[in-house]
Nanobody, 123 residues
Framework: QVQLVESGGGSVQAGGSLRLSCAVS????????MAWFRQAPGKEREFVAA????????SYANAVQGRFAISRDNAENTVSLHMRSLKLQDTAVYYC????????????????WGQGTQVTVSS
């Protein structure tokens, strides 16, 4: 059983930064990709960023390109999302996700999900 636990959410003013972390426990495929998704009130869950096992393939949503950075530490079984220049529209619950695929950016591709962590950006 794979478990994902997010941490690091909170409230921040627009223009500020936050770092989210996701601790992974249990067994995943050695080639598993990891990702962050987010869901704002009244909206569908959307892709934010994904990273493959080795970290040499990364994908970002257009809305966060250049502001967010995803990384992973396979020795520590963690994946992080460093968010900077935060905007009001970044407010959402952020979810960590894992898949047995080598790389994926769609919701349907991810089998394992964390409970989410709230990020609130205020003016």
């Amino acid at each position: 059983q794979v478990q994902l636990v997010e941490s690091g959410g909170g409230s921040v003013q627009a223009g500020g930064s936050l770092r989210l972390s996701c601790a992974v426990s249990g067994r995943t495929a050695s080639s598993s990709a990891m990702a962050w998704f987010r869901q704002a009130p009244g909206k569908e869950r959307e892709f934010v960023a994904a990273i493959n096992w080795s970290g040499d393939t990364i994908s970002y949503a257009n809305a966060v390109q250049g502001r967010f950075a995803i990384s992973r530490d396979n020795a520590e079984n963690t994946v992080s999302l460093h968010m900077r220049s935060l905007k009001l529209q970044d407010t959402a619950v952020y979810y960590c996700a894992a898949t047995n695929l080598r790389m994926a950016t769609t919701y349907e591709a991810y089998e394992y999900w964390g409970q989410g962590t709230q990020v609130t950006v205020s003016s």
